[in-house]
Nanobody, 124 residues
């Protein structure tokens, strides 16, 4: 069972993209899901996550107010709506999962299930 991110592409500054993460088997009953991004030559950066159980979301400061994460439980997918995109958002975006404690904030986990990423490029 794997996660698969999709929805990346090329967008102009100020534009929007919606990333999807297909996560069959990684249900809200047991898993927190996170989004991460990585630029070549830099460390992977945590972007956002959604809790097990209550679907509360958390965001890194640089994307607060611009990105919104949601979980579509019936489809076992997680989405990341990205608005107001900036060139510094350019990266490969990955979704990841971890078995989590019920309602424990998802930002502090070591995620251990990863999928292939999707490239997001913000450029004019």
């Amino acid at each position: 069972v794997q996660l698969q991110a999709s929805g990346g592409g090329l967008v102009q500054p100020g534009g929007s993209l919606r990333l999807s993460c297909a996560a069959p088997g990684f249900t809200r009953d047991y898993y927190a899901i996170g989004w991460f991004r990585q630029v070549p030559g830099k460390e992977r950066e945590w972007v956002s996550c959604i809790n097990r159980g209550d679907d509360k979301t958390y965001y890194t400061d640089s994307v607060k107010g611009r990105f919104a994460m949601s979980r579509e439980n019936a489809k076992n997918t997680v989405s990341l709506q990205m608005n107001g995109l900036k060139p510094e958002d350019t990266a490969v975006y990955y979704c990841a999962a971890v078995i989590a404690r019920y309602r424990r904030p998802c930002a502090g986990y070591e995620y251990n299930y990863w999928g292939q990423g999707t490239q997001v490029t913000v450029s004019s």
